[in-house]
Structures are given as C-alpha cells and as structure tokens.
C-alpha cells in the first residue's frame, strides 16, 4: 500500500490554497491552521466533495483525481469514510442499524446482506467498548456518545482513507477529553490513512504522528508534534504551543510567557532583550493572567494575579518587557 498522495490548488473565493500532502497508511496527519485558512476545503476535496482547479489525489494505487487526465471517482466509490463535526446518525436507527448502514454501503460491501451487516456493527461496538449502546436509538444518545458511535461506524468499514473534520470541536470540554482518548485509543489501531483537521493543539499533540500547519492556504510547518513545538517557525504556530516567537531573517528566537517580566518604568536591568510595549489585552490563563502586548515586537507575558493590581496593569497601559538572555531559545532555518 502507498498511502495517499495529493498535490492541489483550490482557489476559494479570495484565498488561494495549494498543498501538497503524502501519509502512509497507519500514519496520522493533523491539519491545523486558524480558521479560513482552508483546511475544511482540503478535506472536502480529498473526499470527492469538491473538485480541485488543478492537481491529483492518489490513495493506494488508485486514482482518485487528475485534472491532467480528467479522471474523478465519485465519492460513493471512494474507499475512504468521514466523520464531521456533527456525526449525521440516523435518529429513529438504533446505533447498531446505523453502523450496519455504514458497512452496508461503504464501496467493496458488495451484496451485504442486512443480516451479516449488524452482526459485524454489534463486533465492531463490542471491540470499542459500545456494545451497551447497541440496540438504543440514536436520538437518546448524548452528544460524545454519538461522535463515538460516528467513529465506530468510520473504522467499521476498514476504509484505506479516514478523514475527521474537527470531530470534537461541537463538545463541551469535558466531553472532548472522552471523546479525543477514544480516538486516540482506536485510530491508532487503524491500518489505514488518517488525515484529521483541527483547530485545537491538543488534537496535534495526542492524536497526530505528524502534523501540518496551514495558513493561507499553505503549509508553513511539518513535522512531529514534538518537532513543531520546539522550534515554531510562524508567529502562529508560536502562539498555537503557547510561545514568543522573533524572528530575524532565517535566525528563530523563542521563550515562554513566562519568561517575561513586565515593568511600569523603564528598569535597570542587563537584559539584553527590553522594549517599550502596550497591552492589548489580559486574559486568565490557568493560575496566571496572560497578557498580549502589542507594539515593536507582539509578545505574550503570563504574570499573577498579585502583580497584575500591584502594577496596575490594564488595557491600553504601556509597559516595559524584559527577557533574559538565557530563557531564550536561538535556532537557523
């Protein structure tokens, strides 16, 4: 198997998106980038539901799209399945009957007898844990417990290609842990290829193998989960793994918020790193406040309560920030 490859240019509106992506099969890609950056766009197109201006989708050794040779598979005969952010269960269907919808209409089911497609739904919730679920109506499930049965319904069918288009981006927070262990624990049993999109860091640090940062229609960053939050290279990657991030032609410099200290007056310090910034705004964060600063360079500064009101900090308030030397993290592109 060869996984998937796609290499397209998808003009949506005023944004022009050109990507070019290659997973392996039992491999994880997680598509995040700020919201219109086209990531929905490149998920749809890889799915058929979409035609690209111009490039080629293969997965496996089959192709799928080819603007060169005029080649489009229909959805239908995709060999992928998809879970969206609003899991699209039947309501008057038990959870087992949609699953067995799922397999019974999946490409290669053949003549799938009803019969034989519940029998392998009902193995496919007792081997996710769901069985319990089985003979209820979907209209009774909560909001995680259909995500979950829209993901066992996904891998029930063993398709070479599964896409996720924000699946937990509809849940409370609570529901989003269950939600995102669950796909943790069963996705990374999935032979197949996994391309998921998300907005959410998280998602890229627990479920991705590999992760692509699109903004603007590009990809800007690639790598390991760990590789990106090391040494982020836009200031948007910088501020998704919570970072500061100067850059200064291909030299990269980056620290925590933590590592800023703000002041009200100029200071005396040996810092070498000192400029005269505004605050835009203060934002709890955890047991701090974080607070972004605009001005000469955009900054982030996580400080306490306490030295918030002994400050005075508020917004539109000029300050001083200071970091030291050797908080910060120097890196070449």
Not at 46 to 55: S, V
Not at 148 to 161: H, M, Q, T
Not at 221 to 236: K, N, S, V
Not at 314 to 329: I, Q
Request: charged residues 25%.
């Amino acid at each position: 198997m060869k996984g998937l490859e796609a290499d397209l240019a998808l003009p949506r509106g005023a944004l022009a998106i050109e990507v070019r992506l290659a997973v392996e099969p039992g491999e994880v890609l997680t598509l995040v980038g700020p919201n219109g950056a086209g990531k929905s766009s490149v998920l749809r197109t890889l799915a058929g539901l979409t035609a690209p201006a111009r490039g080629r989708v293969a997965l496996d050794d089959r192709i799928l799209d080819d603007t060169g040779t005029g080649v489009r598979v229909p959805t239908p005969q995709r060999d992928l399945a998809m879970v969206f952010q609003d899991p699209l269960l039947f309501p008057h269907l038990t959870v087992r009957d949609n699953v067995a919808f799922g397999l019974r209409h999946h490409p290669g089911a053949g003549r799938l007898r009803q019969r034989d497609a519940r029998a392998r739904a009902l193995e496919a919730l007792e081997r996710t844990g769901l069985a319990d679920l089985a003979d209820r109506k979907a209209s009774r499930l909560s909001g995680g417990q259909r995500q979950r049965v829209a993901i066992v319904r996904a891998l029930a069918c063993d398709p070479a290609l599964l896409l996720l288009d924000e699946p937990t981006s509809a849940l409370d927070v609570a529901v989003t842990a269950q939600v995102r262990a669950f796909l943790r624990h069963h996705v990374r049993d999935f032979g197949g290829v996994t391309v998921l999109v998300s907005h959410d860091p998280l998602d890229a640090f627990v479920l991705a193998d590999r992760v692509a940062v699109l903004e603007a229609g590009r990809v800007t960053q690639e790598g390991t989960p760990d590789a990106i939050a090391r040494r982020p290279r836009t200031e948007y990657v910088a501020h998704l793994m919570g970072m500061n991030l100067l850059r200064d032609g291909d030299t990269f410099r980056t620290f925590s918020p933590t590592a800023v200290t703000l002041y009200r007056e100029e200071p005396v310090t040996s810092a070498r790193n000192l400029w005269r910034l505004r605050i835009a705004s203060l934002v709890p964060h955890g047991d701090a406040v974080r607070i972004q600063l605009v001005g000469e360079v955009p900054l982030l500064a996580d400080v306490t309560r306490a030295a918030v009101a002994a400050l005075d900090l508020h917004e539109g308030a000029d300050v001083w920030a200071s970091v030291k030397a050797t908080e910060v993290t120097t890196f070449e592109d």
